[in-house]
């Protein structure tokens, strides 16, 4: 099948962003409407295709479209050809809905600001590079979305770059999904390689030909690729700073889409990952890691947006696992990763509409009892939270349920020991985010005279009562009838696998629950008292590890940048050998020894005759050897 | 007594034309008012080389066709490798163009009170003009020549003017005129070698044109030694040119002291010219006889990038650095040369065109970074310089991500495709070594990216100019050249690939 | 050895005794071009080697091309050489240290490596091997030959040459022309005014000419005045400038010889 239709979803943005950064000033007053309405278009054009594609068996749904014949050197062909599957389709929904109502939501949210048009251009250079992303049909062609929504996510963190800190943040990000990139490019020359194609379907044709070596390298560099662009253990640390960019940006990019690139990029792949088991265990392990390290940095958190970084990083840990776990994990890290993108945004944009009403407060100590005086947001905030710690019915039960239940019915002893890390971030998740309810909206309140908290107008709580009927709702729309499951199954290749069931999924269910209500009691029981507002210093020294986000960048500082600046120390000291040695040496230093090659550049133009002259007789010995 | 000799002037048009304009520029010179001399020998210029290229755009197709009683072989390659230098001619000579970058009098003593008021009355060094088009007209020659007589006096008439513009910067002219003469007196040097091998290519095959030579090649009977000699010293005069290693060593101190429009002419059109008289050399005459100069080539190739590639990193001054990278793309550029195959070639022409439009720009942009004493080439003080002119040091960020090869630049097409060729011709030992260096020069192209925009202001004083119109048009026009040819470069592609094949 | 290289090329015998005279020589003077430390003794002995070159060339049966190399380089640029010696100062002698460490000790090594090779190279290349066509060649007249190919095969590369120079010439006066601006330079009569109107008529009757008459009467000798000191002004002031200039009482006579007889100076 053959689509006409799909370069629009990303030319449509791709082109606004443009032509409002090529007008300027000139469509200050109206480039924020254009760009919104842009991104309803392209979700108009999703959700018919969306419509097209349920229209069709199961097996015929997935649609390509070929734009331009992209490279072909040699033998090596690259077309830029776009791919709806089901999988597509379901990030092309969420990025386009979700976009859409972050876009109406910062109309209101950056109405103040003067370059909110930029803003704007940049969320819809965003929108086109993640579809790009998402629906490229070869390796190359996500490298370029991949890079694209990099470079979105660096403009948009560093939105603000007034403020050097920020500014740093945007690099720090940028650093970090460069490392990542080194991944994603080595994955991709190294598919090449093996197989001779970079394309998605060529590669799963050729898979089964190709050594298990060469599939696990593929597979941990596409995890490097992951960890850098998802946020996941140890290229982790950006994330946490992001938090500098416009609260919408970081709904938008910093939890519900950019940062689950790694999620799509793993099950895009999963026939490499299939084939791959070490690879496979490793996705689990960063899995693993990552969510216990993002739920236990979110208890310590008193900023609110880093709190819900933490969280995101954990509950992509939640997604990276699943992803991990194999056929029947793929459908189950999608699902979380849309209701999470329901859940997760909605917070943020919660979070953001308590930052309008407190002028930009973002110390959750200094918040308190805000619940009476904006009852909408802390409403939809409160559905958000009821999802994220997997309360029934509400959305993130369904499916982070799935993903404990299957880690725990994995092969082996292994099986226990990622279960029961995903069943403790449940509990710690329970705790940190009933605290980061009962510091903002329950209690006394602890703000400043200034502040004169109020709730938002309609064009921000609009969106944010949409994503909460989301949160409550998506969840079991999703799951019923194992629907989203049959649905991805083209895709992943799943097929029914009856397990040996080590849990039955009902003691799963209560574990988990018990989980919850334990996080929660403790947090009631911690922070039902009056919260001191500034943070207790007093602490032991677990919480002073986690408030220096579990020593993420003292680690880095340690393992990444010293060595780095010894390496650049040791360049700098043998350039400045090199330069003031030869001006030094000038005039002694023996010309045509092997001293290296560097000296031979003395500046005399005798010295270069001779150099060349060498090479004449280097050249000539060379024949008269050959010619003996 | 003979006949007449047919010249079949259509085909040498753009050489012609060149000539003529620059001839002409030379009576402006001495006819022209001073003050009006600048203006209208840039439009003289300007139109000359464009009307040239409408010429070759006229003799696009009619292919394989010799002129000059043989003397110039116009085939599908010339007319590439034509419009690759009169392109990349036009956009230079719009940052030539603007003369402030030239001394006001060449004659006058650096430091000098002549000096001084030839500064302060503004007087020109309008000669540029008519001696870059002479260049071209050389460079033009350089790869249709079809035997080693016009090969010499083109590799000459190319060389000569660029020895001079080398000596003509406006600021720091002392090492300016210390890298014109280092030029000349090496590429004299050179030239020596060329002619001694040309002498001995005539002994071997008693014949100077390319394809009596060939023919003396396939018969396999004259004598190799005289061959072997012959090559080797035609061969280090073109590599001379290209700035290969051994041979590179003038290439940082001239490009260093050049006027800095005048080195990213030299680097990008020289290198077109030079590899196109290489290519022609080694795929028409010697292509049968390359168990006599793959491997040697292969060794230079390989020292070429590493060589260039590894000085690099310790370069603090801009130009210098773009001069050691550009050794080393002259290394992987040879990988393309000794492929020996059609993919090599084609892959070699587009190289040459994505790096000339790059290396333009490139040079162009630095041309704009300066303070009150001219250019700053020192890397240290373009810390800093993104948080200044954004738009420039993003610009200049581009070309130099074009240099490592990143994607969605012309370069990462250019490398991959010389790569792949290289790689079909089995040739692994070349395309890895080309793969490490290139790793290792993205290490120093990058680290100037971090320095313009992670480094801490220093409080310089270095500005960005606005250039002037034309600058900017040559500089945005290279930037959107090294985007297109990076992300949809199937075009030129095919373009290059239905014309790359040589004729005999 | 002698006799292998004698049968070389059929070197016919008249032809041989001129070679091995005159290529030694001819050696020699390159060498010595280097060696010696006067440019004017450098640029006599260049003008050897291109003379015997161009005697080459004619018993080479090349004889256009001889008679141009004493034409033109000879005669000409030679020429050319030696006037610049004269302007700049014939004694001048060029610093010949080497300041780089082990430079020239290399470039020997080097030149005798590189030499050695082609002519081992060359040797085995030759040696047994029959040279034809230069009676072909010069069968129309070696004069007539070379210009029906001048003017018709190789027609375009030699019109192509005139762009070199063109360019060597515009290069010469974009390095050494000075445009003087028009008020700078003072017409014949001002000039004259200054010298016979100034304020004194020291130099009405223009400058002492440089040198010490019998001894030494180089430009960068000052001329001794009456009383035996050097005449500043009898030098040009670039040379001054330079330090070139030489102690011209190392000229002058150290005593009067006794001429009292036929002078009768008492």
């Not at chain 3, 069968?139 to 063109?166: D, M, R």
């Not at chain 3, 030494?216 to 330079?242: Q, Y």
Request: include cysteine; aromatic fraction near 10%; glycine fraction near 10%.
């Amino acid at each position: 099948m053959t689509s006409n239709n799909l370069v629009y979803l990303i030319a449509l943005p791709l082109f606004s962003s443009g032509f409002l950064m090529m007008l300027g000033r000139r469509a200050d007053k109206w480039g924020h409407i254009f760009a919104t309405l842009i991104s309803a278009s392209a979700f108009g054009i999703g959700a018919f295709e969306f419509l097209q594609m349920l229209a069709r068996p199961s097996e015929s749904r997935a649609v390509t479209q070929k734009l331009f014949s992209w490279i072909s050197v040699g033998t090596f062909q690259v077309d830029a050809s776009l791919l709806l599957d089901q999988l597509s389709i379901s990030f092309v929904l969420l990025i386009t809905g979700v976009g859409t109502l972050i876009h109406i939501y910062s109309i209101a949210y950056m109405s103040h600001d003067l370059d909110r048009r930029r803003f704007f251009a940049f969320l819809n250079f965003f929108i086109a590079a993640m579809l790009l992303l998402v629906l490229g049909d070869s390796y190359l062609n996500l490298y370029v979305g991949w890079e694209g929504v990099g470079l979105a996510s660096y403009l948009l963190i560093g939105f603000w770059n007034q403020k050097p800190e920020y500014a740093t943040a945007a690099k720090k990000a940028f650093i970090a999904n460069r490392v990542g990139d080194v991944g994603l490019s080595l994955a991709i020359m190294i598919a090449f390689a093996t197989f001779g194609t970079v394309s998605f379907a060529g590669v799963e044709e050729k898979v089964s030909g190709a050594s298990t070596a060469a599939l696990t390298g593929i597979g941990l560099m596409l995890l490097l690729a992951a960890t850098g662009k998802s946020a996941q253990f140890p290229l982790q640390s950006w994330l946490g700073d992001a938090m500098a960019g416009p609260t919408p940006v970081s709904a938008l990019i910093h939890a519900a889409t950019m940062v689950t690139a790694g999620v799509y990029l793993i099950t895009r792949s999963n026939f490499i990952f299939d084939n791959a088991p070490t690879a496979q265990l490793c996705v689990v392990i960063i899995g693993a890691i990552t969510l216990m390290f993002g739920a236990l940095i979110g208890t310590a958190k008193d900023d609110i947006k880093k709190a819900l970084a933490a969280s995101t990083m954990s509950q992509i840990g939640y997604m990276i696992l699943a992803t991990g776990l194999g056929p029947v994990g793929y459908a189950f890290a999608i699902m979380h990763l849309l209701t999470h993108g329901f859940f997760k945004a909605g917070m943020f944009l919660g979070a953001g509409s308590v930052m309008h009403g407190m002028d930009d407060e973002v110390n959750m100590r200094k918040y308190g009892g805000l619940g009476k005086l904006m009852p909408i947001t802390a409403i939809t905030f409160g559905l958000g939270y009821l999802a994220i710690i997997g309360v029934p019915p509400f959305a993130g039960f369904y499916s982070k349920d799935k993903i404990i239940e299957t880690a725990f019915n994995s092969e082996g002893i292994k099986g226990l020991f990622i279960g029961g890390a995903a069943l403790l971030g449940a509990l710690v998740t329970a705790f940190y985010m009933t605290r980061v309810i009962i510091l903002t909206f329950t209690g006394a309140k602890r703000w400043d005279e200034k502040a004169h908290p109020h709730e938002s107008p309609f064009l921000m709580w609009g969106p944010m009562a949409i994503l909460a009927i989301g949160s409550v709702a998506s969840g079991f729309l999703l799951s019923s009838g194992n629907r989203f499951v049959s649905w991805l199954a083209p895709v992943v290749n799943s097929h029914e696998v009856e397990h040996a069931e080590r849990f039955q999924p009902v003691v799963v269910t209560t574990m988990a629950l018990v989980a919850v209500l334990i996080g929660v009691a403790i947090a009631i029981a911690k922070y039902r008292s009056d919260v001191p507002r500034v943070a207790p210093t007093n602490v032991n020294i677990f919480t002073k590890i986690a408030r220096r986000d579990l020593l993420q960048d003292d680690f880095n500082e340690a393992v990444l940048m010293r060595p780095g600046q010894a390496l650049t120390n040791f360049l700098v000291a043998t350039d400045e050998r090199a330069i003031d040695g030869a001006v030094r040496t000038v005039g002694a230093v023996v010309i045509g020894s092997s001293k290296g090659i560097r000296k031979t550049q003395n500046g005399f133009v005798r010295s270069y005759a001779l150099l060349i002259l060498f090479g004449a007789f280097a050249l000539l010995a060379t024949i008269w050897v050959v010619t003996l | 007594m003979s006949d007449t000799p047919v010249l079949q002037y259509s085909f040498l048009a753009p050489i012609l034309i060149v000539l003529g304009g620059a001839v002409i520029g030379v009576l402006l010179e001495a006819f022209a008012a001073a003050k009006r001399r600048a203006v209208l020998q840039l439009t003289l210029t300007l139109g000359t080389l464009f009307i040239a290229f409408l010429s070759l755009l006229r003799i696009r197709n009619l292919t394989s066709a010799k002129a000059a009683m043989g003397s110039v072989m116009i085939d599908g390659p010339t007319i590439l490798m034509q419009g690759t230098i009169l392109l990349i001619a036009f956009f230079a000579v719009m940052i030539i163009g603007d003369v402030d970058n030239f001394t006001a009098q060449a004659s006058a003593v650096p430091g000098s009170d002549e000096e001084k008021s030839a500064l302060q009355a503004g007087r020109q060094q309008t000669e540029i003009f008519p001696l870059t088009l002479f260049a071209v007209a050389g460079m033009l020659l350089f790869p249709a020549a079809n035997d080693l007589v016009t090969l010499f006096v083109a590799l000459e008439v190319l060389s000569l003017p660029l020895y001079l513009m080398a000596g003509l910067s406006r600021h720091r002219r002392l090492f300016s005129q210390e890298a014109a003469l280092k030029y000349f007196l090496l590429g004299a040097y050179a030239s020596a070698f060329f002619l001694f091998g040309a002498a001995f290519l005539y002994g071997f095959s008693y014949s100077v044109t390319l394809s009596g030579i060939h023919a003396a090649v396939i018969g396999g009977t004259a004598n190799n030694i005289f061959l072997l000699i012959g090559l080797t010293f035609i061969s280090l005069g073109l590599l001379f040119k290209v700035g290969a290693v051994p041979f590179h060593a003038w290439t940082p101190d001239v490009y260093q002291g050049a006027p800095t429009p005048i080195t990213g002419f030299m680097a990008a059109a020289t290198k077109v010219a030079a590899f196109g008289a290489m290519l022609r050399i080694y795929y028409v005459t010697f292509a049968e006889a390359n168990w006599n100069w793959r491997p040697i080539l292969t060794v230079i190739a390989i020292a070429t990038m590493l060589v260039g590639s590894i000085v690099a990193i310790t370069q603090r001054d801009i130009k210098r650095m773009l001069a050691y990278s550009s050794i080393a793309h002259a290394g992987f550029l040879f990988t393309g040369v000794i492929a020996l195959n059609k993919a090599g070639l084609a892959a070699t022409l587009f190289y040459l065109l994505a790096y000339g439009f790059a290396t333009i720009g490139a040079f162009g942009v630095i041309t704009l970074v300066r303070d009150s004493s001219g250019e700053i080439t020192d890397l240290n003080r373009w810390a800093g310089l993104g948080r200044r002119s954004p738009k420039i040091a993003a610009l200049f960020s581009f070309f130099l991500f074009a240099f490592a090869g990143i994607p969605l630049t012309s370069g990462f097409i250019g490398k991959f495709a010389i790569f792949t060729a290289a790689y079909e011709s089995g040739n692994i030992g070349v395309v890895v070594v080309g793969v490490l260096s290139s790793a290792i020069a993205a290490f120093f192209y990058i680290r100037v990216i971090v320095m313009m925009y992670f480094a801490d202001d220093n409080g310089d004083s270095l500005t960005v100019v606005i250039p002037s119109p034309l600058t900017s048009i040559a500089i945005w026009v290279s930037g959107g050249v090294t985007l297109v040819l990076g992300v949809y470069p199937t075009p030129v592609l095919n373009a290059i690939n239905t014309l790359a094949t040589f004729i005999r | 050895m002698i006799r292998l290289s004698l049968e070389i090329g059929q070197t016919q015998k008249p032809e041989a005794i001129l070679f091995y005279i005159l290529a030694p020589l001819s050696v020699l003077a390159a060498l010595g071009m280097l060696i010696v430390r006067k440019a004017v003794h450098s640029a006599l002995l260049l003008a050897w080697v291109m003379i015997t070159l161009a005697i080459f060339y004619i018993a080479l049966d090349a004889a256009f091309l001889g008679i141009v190399q004493i034409v033109v380089y000879t005669g000409a640029v030679m020429m050319l050489f030696l006037f610049i010696l004269m302007l700049v100062g014939v004694d001048a002698p060029d610093s010949l240290t080497e300041n780089i460490k082990g430079h020239r000790a290399t470039a020997i090594v080097a030149a005798l490596g590189f030499g050695g090779l082609l002519i081992s190279l060359i040797g085995r290349a030759t040696l047994n091997h029959v040279s034809v066509g230069l009676a072909m060649a010069n069968e129309p007249g070696n004069v007539q030959g070379l210009a029906s190919l001048i003017f018709t095969q190789y027609v375009f590369p030699f019109e192509v040459i005139s762009a070199l120079l063109i360019t060597a010439a515009l290069g010469a006066m974009v390095l050494a022309h000075s445009q003087k601006s028009a008020g700078a330079r003072l017409s014949q009569r001002a000039l004259s005014s200054v010298r016979f109107r100034g304020d004194s008529l020291a130099n009405a009757a223009g400058l002492p000419s440089s040198g010490v008459f019998a001894r030494h009467n180089a430009v960068d000798v000052p001329a001794l005045l009456p009383d035996g000191t050097p005449a500043k002004n009898s030098i040009s002031g670039v040379l001054t400038a330079r330090g070139d200039v030489q102690d011209s009482t190392q000229y002058a006579l150290g005593s009067l010889p006794k001429v009292d007889d036929e002078s009768g100076d008492k």
